[in-house]
Nanobody
């Protein structure tokens, strides 16, 4: 059974930092690219960041570029999203996702999803 479990969310103030983790089990992690998405109330799920199998290629939404960093540790089957200089508009449920082989920024192309972790940024 494939599981993706996010953690690290919480309530922070604008300008603070958070590090999200996504622990993956039930698949060969190094065969899967990873992505982070977020969904705010009343809005569609949107792409945040993605990383290739080896971590050599990364992709970011313009809204988070320069503030967020995606990474992965294949030995630990874990992906990360380091979020700095958080803004109130970053408030959302954050989801990690895994897709076999190819890296993509499109949500519907991912094979497996976590349950999400809430990030709330107060002004």
């Amino acid at each position: 059974q494939v599981r993706l479990v996010e953690s690290g969310g919480g309530l922070v103030q604008a300008g603070d930092s958070l590090r999200l983790s996504c622990v993956v089990s039930g698949l060969t992690f190094s065969y899967y690219s990873m992505g982070w998405f977020r969904q705010a109330p009343g809005r569609e799920r949107e792409f945040v960041a993605a990383i290739s199998l080896s971590g050599g290629s990364t992709y970011y939404a313009d809204s988070v570029k320069g503030r967020f960093t995606i990474s992965r540790d294949n030995a630990k089957s874990t992906g990360y999203l380091e979020m700095n200089s958080l803004k109130p508009e970053d408030t959302a449920v954050y989801y990690c996702a895994a897709r076999r082989i190819a890296t993509t920024t499109t949500a519907r192309e991912y094979d497996h999803w976590g349950q999400g972790t809430q990030v709330t940024v107060s002004s």
